[in-house]
């Protein structure tokens, strides 16, 4: 039987803990009611009223925080309110109003720049602050989009990268439990706090692999953390990878009946579907991530975004994971985001994000910051011009700039592009900057066929010689390129001999439609054909 491991940690608080552990950046779903064509009304976020508001509920918590605090809780609370209350936080933020910007995007901005400040400091001291901005940015997040922090087990083992002082505060520690960190210091609010509650508290752990409710032990005299057997440390990088969908992978082989190797994918539009990535699936060739954005402030939420991202590149293991950023707009509305001008002129996928770059930007950094847990690409939505490929892009480079003067991991991931603009098809050899290529043939139907969203079902079969014709001539264009296609023509067996004519080796489907194709796959030569005897 395997032994526990042993993770070696800086130890901030004597003592020690046992007890289930809670992963603070486990991300939870959203419902099919927080969905973004049913999120309710209250979801909605107004202008600088509304963050007024917002600003005043969360100075209200914290004042009912501190009601009985002892004089070290105090002044950390007292602090908080003084930040929240300064008014050249306001300014800013309303300076980045003026320039259009959405109210929870401003507030970000504001708070990501003094965030960013503080943790570029020489001083350890002045770099433990930045969890206390960031718990204040958080909170009002939280009173904006109206889901508040809420409290977690008692007696369980907390986890996490940081942990924000008014979470320690609002937790009742008088049944147990610990604090393990994966970056953290000893000279933060919260390590303050667990000494004077004797809280065991380690960190500087690094990332490890652990499930909520895994059992936990913080020693946090020895500075150690013990984990169950199974449980891994994550290193902070790993292998340098190719464009995901280029290579198979072990336990996957797919062939044609003449022996040409396939890979076959899985759409998936929600983490918990990673589920369906089993031993006979290459990996995800589509994740949908505008499904796990319920709301601006969950656009808005760059740890949100990471954790869901991190959770299915490590579901994912060594198999490639392509998340295609946020498509957004036309008939996919985000609660809160209605009022855009850029939403009112029709914009959608790529040319959206670049029109709004406040939104691409918290989603580079979730990005960048989640490539070096797995083999991570990233596909750009609605691509019609070369240069919206090279725009994204110069996004993540200053984005990665960003993060590396801050020292937090990240790797540049390779980027390529969804083809479902008939113009972009006809000309795919002038799309050099991207990394892949990846067949959306819903939109590239609808497009052709000049239908209308609801009727796209009863044109689809009549505009299919059409998309296999522009899909055959466009392959040709992708200069070895890895090319797939993730459309719902590839979940469909009765398109399968065309797209396989047309050169297509990579096939991306939803997971319940995996059996079908792969059993349609080895009955047909590698041109369509049926092999003999079928």
Known sequence: MAEPLKLKAKSASPGIASGPAFLAEEPKAPSAAERPDAAPASRAVGGYGALEKAIDISIGELEHLADGADAESRDIIDFQIEVLRDP???????????????????????????????????????????????????????????????????????????????????????KGGGIALFAGSTAGHVALLARAKSVPMVVGTGRF??????????????????????????????????????????????????????????????????????????????????????????????????????????????????IRMLDIGGDKPLAGLQDLPALASGLRGIRLLLARPEIARVQARALLRAAVCGRLSVMLPMVTFADEIDRMRDIFREEAEKLGRRALLHRMPPIGMMVEVPSAALMLDAFGAAAFFSFGTNDLTQYLAASARDDIDADAGKAAPAVLRLIAQAVKLTAGKPVSICGDMAGDPSYLPGLLAAGLRHFSVAPARRPAIRSAIIGLNADGTRAAGE
Do not use: C
């Open 88 to 174: 050249s936080i306001a300014e800013a933020t309303g300076a980045r109003l003026e320039e259009d910007q959405n109210v929870v995007f401003a507030w970000v901005a504001t708070l990501d720049a003094y965030i960013g400040e503080l943790e570029a400091a020489d001083e350890e001291q002045m770099r433990a602050r930045a969890v206390d901005i960031l718990d204040i940015k958080n909170r009002v997040l939280g009173a904006l989009a109206g889901t508040p922090i809420a409290d977690f087990p008692p007696g369980s083992v907390f986890v996490g990268k940081d942990m924000e002082p008014s979470r320690f505060l609002a937790h009742d520690w008088s």
């Open 209 to 322: 692999s652990a499930a909520d409710g895994d059992p936990v032990s913080v020693d946090g005299n020895a500075g150690a953390v013990i984990l169950q057997a199974g449980s891994m440390l994550i290193p902070p990088l790993v292998p340098a990878q190719e464009p995901a969908g280029d290579t198979q992978t072990t336990g996957g082989e797919l062939r044609t009946a003449d022996g040409v190797p396939i890979l076959l994918s899985i759409n998936i539009n929600d983490p918990a579907e990673i589920e369906a990535l089993d031993a006979a699936t290459a990996g995800v060739g589509l994740m949908r991530s505008e499904f796990s954005v319920a709301s601006v402030a969950d656009a808005a939420n760059e740890e949100r975004q990471l954790a869901i991202y991190r959770r299915v590149l490590e579901q994912a293991g060594d198999r490639p994971v392509t």
